[in-house]
């Protein structure tokens, strides 16, 4: 099992998320949106978090009537979720390492979902067959992450983005897209803190086939096209921070 980095800034990664969560405009809360738009009825399903953090998205799934399991390998950031989840019925936590899953039962659940997680887990492989075993036959696995073409690795004072001189979004840097492995910003927030694993497109979708899934759809979420004044805002209507992968066990 690996060493659970978030336990050591899982109140930085808590207020950020927060942040993200209550700004509609965010990758964060436009993701959120997406993935329960995608995952549709969920009413009485048995559903996985897989990655669940501080409960977020776990939470909205048992609001929508699934019974849902919220796994992670980080003991302080499942002290926050079941804090903030102790009066949802439907939801219950498990500690456990997203590449086995040994805690989870075969073919168990009906979908499983994965918000923002996969860059932070070593081995993707292990990953693909630790949810082939617990995913019931038809059931769905779907996930995001955070879009590997336009987060790509870099390092401070490299910077992603470019702006004009009044600051405003020119365009997004693509240094080293074609670098998987671990890499870190080195700078101060969660990238520099945590580091994480880049993969290509490629790498995340041939590996999901190969696993026995089969591909329904990709989206790629952005804010909608506007006169926005921030150099974010108009960074998210142009480029997607994220990818989200629907895919389902035949």
Known sequence: MQTPKYDQISAQYADLLRWGLENSWTHFAITVHILLEIAADLKDLRVCDLGC?????????AQHG?????????????????????????????N???????????????????????????????????????????????FSILHPCFEAPFQIPESQVETDTEGNFVACRVIRYTEEGYWNSGGDGIRGAVGAY?????????????????????????????????PDKQWLSKVPKTLIVDSYKP
Do not use: C, W
């Open 66 to 94: 699934a019974i849902v399991t919220g796994v992670d390998l980080s003991t302080k950031m499942l002290a926050l979720a079941k804090a903030r989840s102790a009066e949802i019925s439907n939801l219950d936590y498990v």
């Open 53 to 61: 953090g501080e409960g977020h998205l776990a939470r909205s799934l």
């Open 198 to 230: 880049h993969r290509k497109i490629s790498t995340y979708i041939n590996g999901l086939l190969d696993n026995g899934f089969r591909l329904q759809q990709l989206h790629e979420p952005t804010l909608p096209p506007g006169n926005y004044k921030t």
């Open 96 to 142: 456990d390492d997203a590449q086995s899953l040994k805690k989870l039962g075969k073919a168990s659940f009906d979908l499983v979902i994965s918000n923002l997680a996969f860059m932070d887990i070593p081995d993707l492989n292990q990953t693909y067959q630790a949810v082939q075993r617990i995913l019931k036959p038809g059931g769905r696995f779907i």
